[in-house]
């Protein structure tokens, strides 16, 4: 009789759940390091709502951007297939002009197809939108988290049956400009939210980075960007709790990318493609610090995963996150591919990237060329200072060595965290460059990468 209750409880448990709403919310940041988040072990920049997230769900210790490059980036996240695949190649407004291709859906035609209602709030940088189903119009800014949070509760709150996909797209922590300082929170960009400010003196610099006056105040400013997207996410989860949907929501935190200082954006660095990942499912483990090596592609798949669609990896480059979520250190997560072809269309240098636990491996196609440095990181006044004082160092890295690369850059990231010395022609790494070679270009090959037709990373 025990056996028969037991059965017949878990038949309406299971009842229960397969009834019950499966929303999402996708919120993202923009250009922001995984180190800087309290739940991230950065002691100064203040993310309470962040941190209590991550409290609650997943922390994924090395979560990667397949390319670190804002409107490449969401392509990635939104279709799960890598740059050279998807066809965004490069920014989308504008003169860049790049977008995805006709034959690569994106998670928000899929979860519409499967009845669900979607709405982008905030920064979109994506193209065409005829690939982004939308049933809500925002008028909100991307910094005006106020705003934003007001509309993303006037949507989780209607009244309809349908379950929802939200796109949080906050436009912190993005420079304001290329003039000056071009970091901080302004009261006028969001009415109704008072700016933490920070002293220039206590902000932590990266060891990419020159410690200087100016990066300092350029760092101080990023943190209270930071803080303002953090309230913005905070003001989001209150609402979905008001509203009786944070139970039946599951929660992804990410940045698009690194920031956008030298060193960080349009590189394969880590500095650029490391980037913050919590995840949190109702009912889930609490408090996890996952040690896999996740990469964005994989994020389609998880909320493909989560509202129940058939085969949810299928037609992209990842795998689904919801059956490692609560563990430690799953198996057969040791390795990401990522890709990056451009960032404005005048800043074409295509890379590859095979990184793994502890070795990176990154294939320059265009070697020969000189780097070009991002419009967004050449204009302001750190790479302009570099530029004009005719400076020989960049943080840890010399200038020659940031603008004119090799074909093979190889580094042990435990003993060289900022990818400074290249082991790719010393004798005793021959083997593995070779090894790790092949296993890219296999990846490559399976992600039917155009770019192959002409090159290859033979050493």
């Not at 925002?138 to 509760?153: L, N, P, Q, R, T």
């Not at 160092?393 to 400074?420: C, N, S």
Request: proline share 7%; hydrophobic share 40%; net charge negative.
């Amino acid at each position: 009789m025990k056996m028969i209750l037991l059965a017949l409880a878990l038949t309406v448990w299971s009842g229960t759940l397969l009834a019950a709403p499966r929303n999402i919310v996708l919120v993202i940041t923009d250009n922001q390091n995984a180190a800087d988040l309290g739940c991230y072990g950065n002691p100064v920049v203040k993310t309470p709502h962040l941190d209590a997230l991550a409290a609650e769900g997943t922390r994924f210790r090395h979560a990667f951007a397949t390319v670190a490059s804002c409107s490449a980036s969401r392509a990635v996240i939104y279709s799960g297939v890598l740059t050279h695949r998807n066809g965004q190649y490069a920014h989308t407004p504008a003169e860049h002009n790049q977008r995805l291709r006709d034959d690569v859906p994106t998670v928000f035609e899929k979860l519409a197809a499967a009845g669900y209602r979607n709405a982008m709030i905030g920064k979109t940088h994506v193209a065409p939108m005829e690939k982004y189903p939308l049933h809500f119009e925002s008028k909100a800014g991307s910094k005006d988290v106020v705003a934003m949070a007001k509309e993303a509760e006037a949507f989780v709150s209607a009244a309809d049956e349908r379950p929802f996909f939200l796109a949080y797209c906050l436009g912190d922590p993005h420079p304001q400009g290329r003039e000056g300082v071009a970091w901080g929170a302004s009261p006028k960009q969001s009415p109704g939210y008072d700016p933490v400010t920070y002293d220039p003196a206590e902000v932590i610099v990266p060891g990419f980075l020159p410690d200087t006056k100016e990066v300092r105040e350029q760092l101080a400013g990023y943190y209270a960007q930071i803080t303002r997207a953090d309230h913005g996410a905070g003001l989001l989860f209150e609402a979905l709790r008001r509203h009786g949907r944070w139970e039946d929501t599951l929660v992804l935190f990410l940045s698009d990318h690194g920031t956008s200082e030298p060193g960080a954006m349009g590189t394969q660095y880590e500095p650029g493609v490391h980037a913050p990942l919590i995840l949190r499912a109702p009912g889930g483990k609490a408090g996890v610090v996952s040690e896999a090596l996740a990469a964005f592609t994989d994020l389609t798949p998880t909320m493909l995963d989560w509202a129940g669609i058939e085969d949810p990896d299928k037609g992209t480059h990842g795998r689904s996150l919801l059956p490692i979520l609560g563990e430690t250190n799953p198996p057969g997560w040791d390795e990401v591919v990522l890709s990056h072809v451009a960032h404005e269309i005048y800043s074409y240098y295509p890379m590859r990237t095979l990184r793994e636990r502890r070795y990176k491996l990154i294939w320059n196609l265009t070697w020969g060329a000189e780097f070009p440095v991002p419009v967004d990181t050449f204009q302001r006044r750190l790479w302009a200072g570099i530029r004009e004082g005719g400076d020989r160092m960049i943080g840890p890295r010399t200038v020659e060595q940031f603008l004119h690369r090799p074909k093979i850059e190889l580094y042990d990231l435990e003993a060289d965290p900022w990818e400074v010395e290249n082991l790719a022609a010393k004798p005793e790494h021959a083997e593995r460059v070779k090894a790790m070679s092949a296993r890219l270009v296999k990846r490559l090959e399976e992600t039917e990468d155009p770019w192959l037709i002409k090159y290859r990373p033979e050493w």
